[in-house]
């Protein structure tokens, strides 16, 4: 990787490029005054020898002698006073009469002069004795108009590049001034950029760009970051697609946590800033176990304008997990242990009833055995469909049915009486079945929970199952007035509970969950829960019932409560 950093990059940019403006300027510069000079000289040449060939004393010194003396010395004052480089008179043979070099005078001019012998004027570059030169030709007429001489007015060339070539060093004085000027810019720039960047140069940034962004995205967790300003900084697709949140994108702007459709829960978690470990939220169909703390920078990042001061923190990070199969596959464990324990209180009842039989044998009392078998036989058939396992064939789904016995023979054990009632159409599909054991079980457990802390007289639990007109209906009742009309309108909100804390216990450990994954079942099939709360509770759900080769479908709109 380059060790240069961003400012000393851009300074070396700024010098580079101020280096090469100057020479082109300066190019151009010089070229521009010395085609401007070199067309003034031609201008300022043509007017001098004009002025020169119409003298009187000028014609007069082409006779020699003491004429062609004076002339001399009147062309010298002349050249030195008008910055010209040399007067030449010369008669039409070209015989110079005046010349800067002595050496020069009578001897042939060099350069062209048949347009001034006809009578023009006219300028001309042409190297002559002296080099390289701008020169003006202008005839000198007598009184009649004849050509009876010329006079050449010249400034050579180099004359002219060094007239333009004293604007270079302004030219380079500007430069110098503006690179000094971007040597404390970038001296300024160098202090800010390292602030900003921590030190790390371009390479540096964008692996770290791209390291970031590979490992945001590749965790399994949902990730979202806000700050104190109630902005949410970034996101990952996991969160994004658990939240129901946009695709995010390239960009880094922090957008209003107004403007981001977060679940109602979730959005209250955020707003309110406070510390959560492992708290369980339903956002649709899916249960999300979320976590919130504060999002501390590290120490070699240092402070930043952007997220205060005062100390480390910059904001809260939101972690999300989906827990929803995990969530159906602890319901369906828990009716299992409910099972399990049914089956345990059976059997143990079951060997009391042996052995009480075998001690009656044993004391040689078989008519007492006989008449408590008999008994036995005869109350089993008496109480079909009533707490006891033969509740399982009132229901003509089985797995329902073996949850409804588990929970008959659980009530019984408890001093709840559960009765159970099911119609013939009551018929749903394995979708429909495998929800309404997570619905049945929650809902029963909550009324035998609510039943055996009531008077004796609303220790009862009845089960309605019901079916047609292509609906399912499932009516769980209990004889306890545990709920208020207030309590219905936040029941099925996450963490809300009507039941004490266990000793020692949380009061939101293991508690207001039942019900919001029941409002999550529901809404999965696409049906609604009805609560009555006007004499005892009874918890009313309404299913759309499918055709079996329609029950993988998608569940329509989701479920609500509604105070009956």
């Not at 955020?270 to 703390?293: F, K, P, W, Y």
């Not at 559960?418 to 049945?440: H, I, N, S, W, Y």
């Amino acid at each position: 990787m380059h060790p240069w950093s961003i400012a000393r990059r851009l300074f070396v940019g700024q010098l580079l490029f101020i280096v090469c403006a100057t020479v082109v300027v300066s190019w151009v510069v010089v070229t521009h005054s010395r085609d401007t000079l070199a067309t003034q000289a031609a201008d300022r040449m043509s007017t001098t020898a004009v002025t020169l060939a119409d003298s009187p004393f000028v014609a007069a010194g082409l006779h020699g002698g003491a004429g062609a003396d004076r002339l001399r010395a009147y062309t010298r004052d002349v050249t030195a006073h008008a910055h010209l480089d040399f007067i030449t008179v010369m008669r039409p043979d070209r015989t110079r009469v005046t010349h800067p070099n002595p050496a020069e005078i009578g001897r042939p001019y060099i350069g062209t002069v048949d347009p001034a012998l006809r009578g023009e004027v006219f300028t001309e570059t042409y190297t002559g004795t002296l080099g390289p030169s701008v020169r003006a030709i202008a005839p000198i007429r007598d009184a009649g108009g004849t050509v009876i001489g010329m006079v050449a007015v010249g400034q050579t060339t180099a004359s002219v590049e060094s007239t333009a070539l004293r604007q270079v060093p302004p030219i380079l004085a500007i430069a110098a001034l503006f690179a000094a000027a971007g040597a404390i810019v970038s001296v300024g720039l160098n202090r800010y950029l390292r602030r900003v960047t921590f030190g790390q140069g371009p390479e540096q940034l964008a692996r770290m760009v791209v390291v970031f962004d590979a490992a945001l995205h590749s965790v399994d967790d949902g990730l979202v970051l806000t700050d104190d300003a109630q902005r949410v900084l970034l996101y990952n697709d996991v969160a994004a697609d658990l939240l129901g949140l946009p695709p995010t994108r390239g960009d880094a702007r922090p957008v209003p946590l107004a403007d981001v459709a977060l679940p109602a829960s979730i959005a209250e978690l955020v707003r309110s800033g406070r510390a959560c470990e492992d708290e369980v939220h339903v956002a649709g169909s899916r249960i999300l176990v979320v976590t919130q703390r504060d999002a501390l920078r590290s120490g070699r990042t240092g402070r930043f304008r952007g997220f205060g001061r005062s100390d480390r923190r910059i904001g809260r990070m939101l972690t999300v997990r989906d827990h929803t199969e995990l969530t159906a596959i602890a319901g369906e464990l828990q009716t299992t242990r409910t099972l399990s324990d049914a089956l345990r209180a059976q059997t143990h009842e079951h060997a009391n009833q042996l052995h009480t039989v075998l001690t009656l044998l044993e004391l040689s009392r078989a008519r007492e055995a006989a008449d408590l078998i008999a008994g036995e036989l005869a109350g089993t058939a008496a109480v079909a469909g009533s707490a006891d396992p033969t509740v399982a064939a009132v229901v003509p789904e089985p797995r329902t049915g073996a949850l409804l016995a588990a929970k008959a023979a659980q009530g019984r054990e408890r001093g709840v009486d559960v009765t159970v009632e099911a119609d013939v159409g009551f018929d749903p599909t394995d979708r429909e079945a495998t929800a309404l054991l997570t619905v049945l079980g929650n809902l029963i457990d909550n009324a035998l929970d609510a039943a055996a802390g009531a008077e004796p007289a609303g220790r009862w639990v009845h089960v309605a199952l019901g079916g047609g007109d292509g609906q399912l209906e499932v009516s769980v009742a209990d004889g306890a007035a545990a709920l208020t009309p207030d309590d219905v309108q936040r029941i099925f909100t996450r963490g809300f509970s009507t039941k004490a804390p266990a000793a020692g216990q949380p009061v939101a450990a293991g508690r207001g969950v039942g019900l919001a994954l029941v409002r999550q079942a529901v809404a999965s099939l696409g049906g609604d829960v009805d609560v009555d709360v006007r004499d005892g509770t009874v918890f009313t759900v309404a299913i759309p019932q499918r055709a079996a080769a329609d029950a993988s479908s998608p569940a329509g709109p989701g479920g609500r409560a509604r105070l009956a």
